[in-house]
């Protein structure tokens, strides 16, 4: 059999109507938003099936989109498909980490809620900001980045020719127009609600670390690849403050998927909406075989790669 990992998508890959099918057709993944619901004091079936202005407000958004993967990944479950290793994207870390056996999906839940929150409310609204860099050398973008004056710095590696910079926003305007100078094909400027992985963001990091230590926090099942090292995570010590860390750290994700890759991983299964992870693993190495699980329809595919 090949090795699979299961990878999840982060913020940014939300849309109306996503996982409503799981819902309808699945005892398992309805249970998941309606105890959501219940949890959390929120209506995840109108905040994620109907269109509405909070979908995209980051203090919904990470409890939306760890709700309807949630209850994507208990139907997978159900019919006993199991990976070998997993990942995720910024708060699709924590869906990996329900994966990899190391949170209880009630405690992710309710953590990806206030971590949503506590971004949200980090830094006053027009301070900081994000941009996306297309077309330009990860050496050149650091070195612009470390030369500017103010806080910048790069908050994802996606894929190659494909990073994000985040911090204070005249930090951002300023490295943004050295890039373009300097030769990027695109620079970008992102419509997000705050300066994300960025150090701006440490005492968010730090207030969610303390509700870290209120929950349970098991070895890992099977090795998932961290965000902030983009190294495997196999035993529970520093799981707590790797995911503190992560709020404020890059998201080294181009470097997670080449670890796995070097493991010896050969299908990728990204579970969520959208096809962003798809696409940026492709653009990592082609010669990978990717699919999508965001439709019910599309758990065909599984079973094929699973024989």
């Not at 105890?35 to 203090?59: P, Q, V």
Request: aromatic content about 6%; some cysteine.
């Amino acid at each position: 059999m090949k090795k699979i990992a299961f990878v999840f998508p982060g913020q940014g890959a939300q849309y109306a109507g996503m996982g409503k099918d799981f819902y309808e057709q699945f005892p398992e993944s309805g249970e998941v938003f309606d105890r959501a619901s219940k949890l959390l004091g929120l209506d995840m079936k109108k905040l994620c099936f109907e269109e509405n202005d909070r979908l995209d407000l980051t203090e919904y958004t990470q409890a939306a989109m760890i709700t309807t993967i949630g209850a994507m990944l208990r139907r997978i479950e159900t019919l006993g498909f199991r990976p070998q290793v997993t990942a995720g994207l910024s708060l699709g870390e924590y869906a990996a980490l329900v994966t990899a056996g190391v949170l209880d999906l009630y405690d992710a839940i309710r953590l990806v809620r206030l971590r949503g929150q506590l971004m949200q409310e980090a830094v006053p609204q027009g301070i900081g900001s994000m941009a996306a860099v297309l077309g330009m050398e990860q050496a050149v973008v650091e070195q612009v980045c470390e030369e500017t004056s103010g806080v910048v710095t790069i908050a994802n590696y996606n894929c190659p020719g494909q990073l994000v910079i985040s911090g204070e926003s005249f930090a951002v305007q300023a490295a943004s127009a050295c890039l373009k100078e300097r030769g990027a094909k695109r620079v970008v400027p992102l419509n997000v609600s705050g300066p994300f992985h960025s150090p701006l963001l440490k005492p968010a990091g730090e207030k969610l670390l303390a509700a870290l230590g209120e929950v349970e926090i098991h070895a890992p099942q099977i090795p998932y690849a961290a965000n902030v090292t983009a190294k495997y995570v196999t035993q529970a010590d520093g799981i707590r403050d790797l995911l503190a860390r992560q709020i404020s750290s890059s998201v080294r994700w181009q470097q997670c998927v080449e670890c796995m890759i070097a493991d010896g991983v050969e299908v990728f299964v990204e579970i969520g909406p959208g096809k962003t992870i798809s696409s940026f693993v492709k653009k990592i190495d082609r010669t990978k075989e990717v699919i999508g699980i965001d439709k019910v329809q599309d758990l065909e595919k599984l079973s094929a790669i699973m024989e």
